[in-house]
């Protein structure tokens, strides 16, 4: 499979909340539970119990491995349902201070083995 990722997914296990930004129809659930567990400078992947549709934005606040947290706007661009019924989704953040991607960058760079 090509490799389609800009940047390097590290590790991350943290609960965080993501909240619908664009809503579609009014059955659209507006706020979501999910499970990070891997972050780059450009997205996320995550696990959740429902499926989210693809090009949704959420915003969202992820503590990284540092305790500090970031805030971010993101855009689903994949989600795939697991053998417990579960959803694995991949996102690309729409909307990240330049500062907080460059948290993410040297902590990549500090943690190669990662």
Not at 44 to 69: P, S, V
């Amino acid at each position: 499979m090509e490799e389609k990722r800009k940047s390097r997914r590290l590790d991350l296990d943290v609960a965080i909340e993501l909240e619908r930004l664009d809503q579609g129809d009014m059955t659209t659930l507006k706020l979501v539970h999910v499970n990070v567990t891997d972050l780059s400078s450009s997205g996320m992947g995550f696990d959740t119990g429902q499926k989210l549709e693809n090009g949704a934005l959420y915003d969202t606040r992820i503590k990284i491995w540092t305790k500090e947290t970031i805030q971010a706007v993101i855009r689903i661009v994949r989600c795939e349902k697991l053998a417990d019924d579960s959803y694995h989704c991949g996102a690309t953040f729409v909307g990240l201070m330049s500062s907080d991607a460059l948290k993410i960058n040297i902590y990549s760079m500090l943690n190669p083995e990662q």
